[in-house]
């Protein structure tokens, strides 16, 4: 999915990476004659690519930047008391990661926009919110989950 450049690092070998505001990096190289970014060797051009938006395919695959750290959770809630926000569609804000961790039962965790998946969660199967991807839950039968909430800790 599309997410876009918030800033740039160089890694330990020193080749720039895109950061995305999912919190994932991406190589822009230059590399010429096989990767052409002349842009990105110097600080207008990598100032004039913020927000631009690149493919992200660790989003597409709702894998959870390695670097994110929990913040805080929801309450458990049960069959019955799941807000009514969590079982319509809804999303995360930008940079907000989070976990659905099931304690027992099953719940039905659907992905909509701009991924459609479904994954049927239980205490052995974590579903993973990617930031501002609209999701929804349905409980199945008897369950019990919380939301557990990750971003990028401060630097
Ligand atoms: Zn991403």
Redo the contacts with the bound molecule.
């Keep these: 999915m599309q997410?876009k450049i918030v800033g740039f690092h160089r890694d330990q070998k020193s080749d720039w990476v895109a950061d995305?505001a999912?919190?994932?990096g991406q190589h822009v190289r230059h590399n010429p004659p096989f990767e052409n970014r002349p842009w990105v060797v110097t600080e207008d051009g990598r100032a004039a690519k913020l927000g631009v938006a690149l493919n992200?395919v660790?989003?597409d695959a709702l894998e959870l930047?390695d670097d994110f750290r929990p913040y805080k959770r929801t309450a458990v809630f049960q069959a019955e008391s799941v807000p009514v926000g969590l079982t319509s569609s809804h999303a995360t804000k930008s940079g907000v990661w989070a976990k659905i961790r099931v304690l027992a039962g099953q719940l039905r965790y659907v992905v909509t926009e701009p991924i459609n998946q479904a994954f049927l969660l239980d205490s052995e199967h974590v579903g993973i919110i990617?930031p501002e991807v609209v999701h929804s839950v349905q409980p199945e039968g008897t369950v019990q989950f919380y939301v557990e909430f990750y971003r990028k800790p401060e630097a």
């Design positions: 997410r995305l999912c919190g994932h992200c660790r989003c930047p990617a």
